[in-house]
């Protein structure tokens, strides 16, 4: 008896603490807070006991069960978001509008909240009209009103009315929606909180914020007046003044404001449109409506929206979509009626036009412009987590990826979460290893996200859970392109700044430059080239310097004088001749002096007897120094420092001096960590600017690094690079061949060309995993160069940014034996053009930093190609030179080949070098 008394003492006990807590947490939290709690955890404890059943059962009664399970909660989640109204009928919208996502059970009971929730009391709706338009009786107003809604959502309700004649739709706000949405956004904020304290790396506040900062905005009808005004007036050239075949065509209609009415805060009053809810599949296909069409007009309004005005809905659930049928021209004419502006976001031209290069280059497959785009708009990954840029593009394309019918959408959608997390979880492994180091891996990998980001996104994803559901197939980004890049050509269209630079004066001849362009013309119809800038110098004078095409294909800019291409490895002319320049400053005693006399940190591993003369013409046995680092992380590229160690570590594959091997990114790293050293430790970047660019007369015109201050200054000159149509079936081509033939290949062109590294990819072993294939791709895609970190960072033998003007100056003065004519400066000293091409052996292909040509029958040619076909060329004989530079990459520099052979027939003296084995291969 005394153990049962004690027992039920302690029972009472417990009721009466749990009792305590819940009014406690009801006290703190509020009702709806625990109420709210309360439906999550039913939920959730609802489908983890299937998971924990999961094993022990047949998958036909798990399938049942899931089945009854999804319904059950979708019913439970209608009624309760019913009473509690708010917010939480926004969500159900949200996920009703998630066909590719959410099982049929919740798309079929919470569609209910699109438009026919519990309609308020009339005589309240009557009580707010007379109260916001100040009249005693609504007919005095209106000549009729229905009293029975015809739609009830979340904020509002709509009545039909007549008003001077005419049918009109009246929105009427619920009378206490604002104090309902204050206390979900509450509610929501709270939970945000929680998980931001309880799991960190779940850190979404700033989201979450961001979206409750919008939502307010939506109680008040006068903002949605003038949004829906806005966005029809900017939509009206698509309407009515583009050929209907055109891409940018748009045919939908708006309902129209009753203006002669006073604006309201709470009452909204428009034409009436007479129409059928875009998911009345009945009515529809009795029309014979072409769904297909229907929405790709849909969601190129809304591609208007985002990237032309820059004023979007970001509610584009089903309810606010309506299908207007008109058969009184004799044939059925179905236009998509916009509805609901009040959830609308105003995007600044930053973010407009990023959201824009965002869609282009997830469709070239642009991963550099890609980042650019992320960074632009506000969506920053921490830096201790770089290894998730390689992501980027694949979230990206699916992101935009192709609407499905619902059976096949969930799959993919199940599919690429399941991949990611696989992905992500390599990635989060890597990462414990520098925990104890780098805490920072412990944040959220996500620093910013920018909230525009998750209106466009919202936006987006009910777009095409609508196409799910309506079982269309649309292809967005063929759609939201269009638009996209007509953004960036108006924008790019009114920008002068290339403009105001000072253009040179050229003595070029008439014939000449005919001839230039018709080949280039020529080289442009076949598709080899985009864009290009071609320099000629010819015994001192600048003979030709001639923009061809477009910079950019992402808008319509085109290629000026001034325009800066990235050179790739031209910039280890640049190098070569910076470390020689210090040479003869008397800054490096000798060019057989050992590296580490200047640089002592590089003697480990047995590289005290590597001279500068082996760094200079590719024999330190150094060339794969670093590459096994980059194909594992593409961005290490990026860390000055992190290079100059891993230098410093690495060991020589040879004996120096034994033999050439191409140093295709450590030359760059070497010679400018010793020139750093020897130049009394200024930067790299800063001693060429110092010593080689300014003495030129190339102040802004050539860069191997940049300054935050430099790449504002220069960015609306960049040039975007793109691989070019013979790379891609040489691609194609490269991985049918087999392990000999590919290494045969691979090794003509590391000992001949720039090209090697557009068809590494290809070559990538089959055996490798998924990571390592993917951050191999990434690491040989050129486009990763159009990423403006990677255009700041210091690699002096990969991603200098110049003009073709400034190539054919630099070797012009190796072609008039160091002396700039242009300036009347002196560079390098008598003798030294004929050291570089003399330090070496006759047979071998490098003189000390540049390229020989010819050289065993005694010519004086030196030259230096880039990945895809930049080329700075010098001929110390005639004194001639040139300088080439594309946007295009092709695996032949098919300009620079072009423009030789002109220059031979134009200059007697001027003859063509003979064709390296890698371009004769290809040919």
Known sequence: ?????????????????????????????????????????????????????????????????????????????????????????????????????????????????????????FEITRQTICSEFQVRNLFEIFDSFDETPIACASIAQVHKAVYRGKSVAVKVQHVDIES????????????????????????????????????PKELDFRLEAYNMRQVESAMKPFRFETRKESELSIEVEFPQIVCELPNSRRVYVMSFVDGCKVTDTETLDAHHVDLEWL????????????????????????????????????????????????LTKIL?????????????????????????????????????????????LQMTRFFFRDSQPKAAARQEYRSEMKSRRQRMK????????KLQSDTSL??????????????????????????????????????????????????????????QLVCREVKSAVQLQKRASALLEKLSESGAVFGAQVCMFYRGTCVLNLPFGKASPYSDVDVTPHTLFNAFSVSKAFTAVLLWSLHDHGMIDSMDDYVALYW???????????????????SAGLSRAGQDVLMKQPFEIMDWNRMKSIMENAEPAHEPGLRQEYHALSFGWLLGVLAESAGGKTSFSELLQSEIVAPLGLTGEAFIGMSDVQLESVKERLSCLKLGFDTNALREKFSTLSDEQKKKLKLQFEQHTDSSSVIEAAGTNRDCDEEQQEQKRL???????????????????????????????????????????????????PGTSERIINGTAKDQPFGLGLRKHDHESGKRRVSHGGLGGAFGYADLDSRFSLGVTVNQLNAVPLVAQSMLKLASFQFSDVKMPSLQPGADFLQ
């Not at 919740?106 to 309609?119: N, V």
């Not at 309902?180 to 779940?202: C, G, H, M, N, S």
């Not at 005005?309 to 008109?326: E, M, Q, R, T």
């Not at 002592?600 to 590719?618: C, G, M, Q």
Request: hydrophobic letters at 45%; proline letters at 3%; one cysteine or more.
């Open 180 to 215: 309902i949405v204050v206390q979900d956004i509450k509610v929501i904020e709270r939970i945000a909180e929680a998980v931001a304290w309880l799991t960190p790396q779940y850190d979404f506040r700033s989201i979450v914020y961001e979206w409750t900062s919008e939502v």
């Open 442 to 499: 412990q944040r959220n990998p996500i620093e910013a996200f920018p909230g525009s980001f998750i209106f466009f996104s919202r936006m987006l994803f009910l777009l095409r859970g609508l196409a799910t559901r309506l079982e269309v197939r649309q292809q967005y980004l063929s759609i939201l392109r269009p638009f996209a890049h007509l953004a960036l050509v108006q924008y790019y269209s009114k920008s002068s700044v290339a403009n």
């Open 348 to 392: 600044d031209d930053n973010t407009r036009l990023a959201f824009a290069k965002m869609v282009l280059s997830a469709e070239f497959e642009d991963i550099g412009s890609l980042i650019n785009a992320f960074d632009e708009m506000g969506l920053i990954l921490a830096s201790s987590f770089r290894e998730i840029y390689s992501e980027s």
């Open 295 to 342: 929405l790709t007009q849909c969601a190129r309004a809304f591609a208007c929206q985002v990237f032309i005005d820059g004023c979007f809905s970001a509610d584009p659930h089903p309810g606010n979509i309506l299908v207007k049928l008109d058969n009184s021209s004799g044939s059925m004419v179905a236009t998509p009626v916009l509805l609901d502006f009040g």
């Open 779 to 829: 690491a040989s895609m050129p486009s990763f160069f159009n990423y403006n970190k990677v255009r700041q960072a210091q690699i002096p033998a990969a991603n200098g940014h110049f003009t073709a003007y400034a190539i054919a100056q630099l070797f012009d003065v190796i072609a008039n034996d160091g002396m700039c004519c242009s300036t009347n400066q002196r560079i390098l000293h």
């Open 600 to 618: 002592p940190a590089f003697r480990n591993k047995n590289k005290e007897h590597v001279r500068i003369s082996h760094l200079l013409s590719h």
């Open 1 to 121: 008896s005394l153990l049962l008394a004690f027992a039920a003492l302690v029972a009472v006990a417990l009721v009466c603490a749990s009792l305590v807590l819940v009014s406690a947490a009801i006290l703190v939290l509020g009702w709806r807070s625990v109420f709210v709690y309360f439906c999550a955890l039913r939920i959730h404890f609802s489908y983890a006991v299937i998971r924990r059943c999961e094993p022990y059962l047949s998958e036909h009664r798990i399938t049942s069960w899931k089945h009854s399970t999804h319904e059950a909660n979708a019913e439970f989640i209608y009624q309760q978001s019913l009473k509690l109204q708010g917010l939480f009928i926004k969500a159900c919208q949200y996920v009703s509008s998630r066909s590719d996502v959410f099982p049929d059970e919740y798309i079929h009971s919470l569609s209910r909240c699109q438009d026919a929730c519990t309609p308020r009391d």
């Open 426 to 433: 390599r990635i989060q492994q890597d990462a414990e290893i």
